[in-house]
């Protein structure tokens, strides 16, 4: 019954920042995060907030520029991107599962958004 909608994707120059909101239906979510995939590549894992601890888990190559936060409703996830760079333009998919836990596997979460594509360039 679960729906996410990711929003806010769009072009910003190197060093820059955007905001990425995703906005969902159902029931709460547990555990929320964002992944990102360039055409031909495997989905990846970028960040994962676990709600019940408030505890975020975020891949090395974001760490110190992306933050996830999630609202009081547990309906709606942001990704707060700074110092953008142009590695970092990919789709970027909402996610959410049931389980308390993030994990990094892609296989291990149970309902996703569609995208929004975000490019970094000059």
């Known amino acids: 019954q679960v729906q996410l909608v990711e929003s806010g994707g769009g072009l910003v120059e190197p060093g820059g920042a955007l905001r990425l909101s995703c906005e969902g239906t159902?029931?709460?979510?547990?555990?929320v995060g964002w992944f990102r995939q360039t055409p031909g590549t495997e989905r990846e894992f970028v960040a994962g907030?676990?709600?019940?601890?408030?505890?975020?888990k975020y891949a090395d190559s974001v760490k110190g520029r992306f933050t996830i936060s999630t609202d009081g409703a547990k309906h709606a996830v942001d990704l707060q991107m700074r110092n953008l760079k142009p590695e970092d333009t990919a789709i970027y998919y909402c996610?959410?599962?049931?389980?308390?836990?993030?994990?990094?596997?892609?296989?291990?979460?149970?309902?996703w958004g569609r995208g929004t594509q975000v490019t970094v360039s000059s």
């Open positions: 159902g029931d709460p979510w547990r555990t």
């Open positions: 996610a959410a599962r049931n389980q308390m836990t993030v994990v990094t596997s892609e296989s291990r979460w149970s309902y």
């Open positions: 907030l676990e709600i019940l601890s408030s505890t975020a």
